[in-house]
């Protein structure tokens, strides 16, 4: 039976920065060993950080020169995709065994995106995924993706897939993946709400896959030292809530509140056959006589020389 260990770290990015949150992540690796986990999923911008509540300086129509400040630091703060961080990850996956989806801030040339990033124990670095819509105002600080990343790759646990916090609730990219043929699916997140739970288990439910979601945990502002605009000084800035549900709906593991941990779940893919008998979102049920999707994976720069 082809049953495996699946986990979800629940941390957050430290104030030190990208060096002491690596550093972090990596003294989870007896952790990972002893746990038997075959893939580890971590939360959206680990490597990076969310800066939840910073408004970089912007108002409708200008900029202010302390907001260019902000963003040179956190500029400073993101990751090259491939880069010294990136070895150390995939060092991280050959020692424990298990295979890694992480989210980080990569910087490519002078924009950043929100990625996830895949690691195999035996290839290192395999893939990466660029969240293709980042919400409200993240757009001030991310680029967008294109379809060029949208990889569904083989794994020791199945096939697996990552979208990253709300791209999850975009109908149309899930069918993309689901008909990818996704088994596992992973959703780095930093949402902590309830109705970030309802998604996760509609999510498997529909895919009729297991969904595995890292969520970053943060301390409240209070206790950061900081000042949060309309944010409550005592309320954790970030709640986690790190979730693990089957293929219908139900939750294996979590959700993980009030601070950080290694979240962890049996599978068996054998029970995504059972699970897809009445309803096979992109088979029997998908009505391709009434509804066609069609998805552009060519990479879109912003400049292509032609010889």
Same mark, same amino acid.
């Given at each position: 039976?082809?049953?495996?260990?699946?986990?979800?770290?629940?941390?957050?990015?430290?104030?030190?920065?990208?060096?002491?949150?690596?550093?972090?992540?990596?003294? &989870?690796?007896?952790?990972?060993?002893?746990?038997?986990?075959?893939?580890? !999923?971590?939360?959206?911008?680990?490597?990076?950080?969310?800066?939840?509540?910073?408004?970089?300086?912007?108002?409708?129509?200008?900029?202010?020169?302390?907001?260019?400040?902000?963003?040179?630091?956190?500029?400073?703060?993101?990751?090259? +995709?491939?880069?010294?961080?990136?070895?150390?990850?995939?060092?991280?996956?050959?020692?424990?065994?298990?295979?890694?989806?992480?989210?980080?801030?990569?910087?490519?040339?002078?924009?950043?995106?929100?990625?996830?990033?895949?690691?195999?124990?035996?290839?290192?670095?395999?893939?990466?995924?660029?969240?293709?819509?980042?919400?409200?105002?993240?757009?001030?600080?991310?680029?967008?993706?294109?379809?060029?990343?949208?990889?569904?790759?083989?794994?020791?646990?199945?096939?697996?897939?990552?979208?990253?916090?709300?791209?999850?609730?975009?109908?149309?990219?899930?069918?993309?993946?689901?008909?990818?043929?996704?088994? !596992?699916?992973?959703?780095?997140?930093?949402?902590?709400?309830?109705?970030?739970?309802?998604?996760?288990?509609?999510?498997?439910?529909?895919?009729?896959?297991?969904v595995v979601s890292a969520c970053q945990v943060q301390d409240s502002p209070q206790a950061l030292g900081?000042?949060?605009?309309?944010?409550?000084?005592?309320?954790?800035?970030?709640?986690?809530?790190?979730?693990?549900?089957?293929?219908?709906?139900?939750?294996?593991?979590?959700?993980?509140?009030?601070?950080?941990?290694?979240?962890?779940?049996?599978?068996?893919?054998?029970?995504? +056959?059972?699970?897809? &008998?009445?309803?096979? !979102?992109?088979?029997?049920?998908?009505?391709?006589?009434?509804?066609?999707?069609? !998805?552009?994976?060519?990479?879109?720069?912003? +400049?292509?020389?032609?010889?």
């Open positions: 039976m082809p049953k495996s260990i699946v986990a979800a770290l629940q941390i957050g990015a430290l104030p030190g920065g990208k060096d002491e949150t690596l550093e972090q992540i990596l003294s &989870y690796e007896n952790a990972i060993v002893e746990s038997g986990a075959a893939l580890v !999923v971590m939360p959206e911008a680990l490597l990076g950080g969310y800066p939840k509540g910073e408004g970089f300086g912007t108002q409708l129509g200008y900029r202010l020169p302390e907001g260019r400040e902000a963003f040179a630091r956190y500029f400073a703060n993101a990751i090259d +995709v491939p880069g010294v961080e990136t070895e150390a990850l995939a060092g991280l996956s050959a020692r424990t065994g298990a295979t890694l989806v992480i989210g980080v801030i990569e910087r490519a040339g002078s924009t950043l995106y929100c990625t996830a990033l895949y690691f195999d124990p035996q290839a290192g670095l395999v893939a990466r995924h660029r969240k293709l819509m980042p919400t409200g105002t993240e757009r001030l600080i991310w680029g967008k993706g294109d379809g060029s990343t949208l990889p569904v790759i083989d794994s020791q646990v199945g096939r697996i897939g990552a979208l990253v916090c709300w791209e999850n609730m975009m109908p149309l990219l899930r069918t993309a993946m689901y008909a990818k043929g996704v088994e !596992v699916w992973c959703a780095p997140t930093v949402d902590e709400r309830e109705m970030w739970q309802v998604s996760m288990r509609h999510i498997a439910h529909e895919g009729r896959c297991f900081v000042d949060i605009a309309n944010w409550p000084a005592d309320r954790p800035l970030i709640a986690g809530g790190s979730v693990i549900v089957g293929p219908m709906g139900d939750i294996l593991a979590g959700p993980l509140r009030g601070g950080p941990g290694l979240l962890t779940a049996e599978i068996d893919t054998d029970d995504l +056959v059972r699970a897809r &008998y009445d309803f096979d !979102v992109v088979g029997h049920y998908a009505r391709p006589d009434v509804f066609e999707l069609t !998805v552009d994976e060519r990479a879109k720069p912003g +400049v292509r020389f032609t010889a």
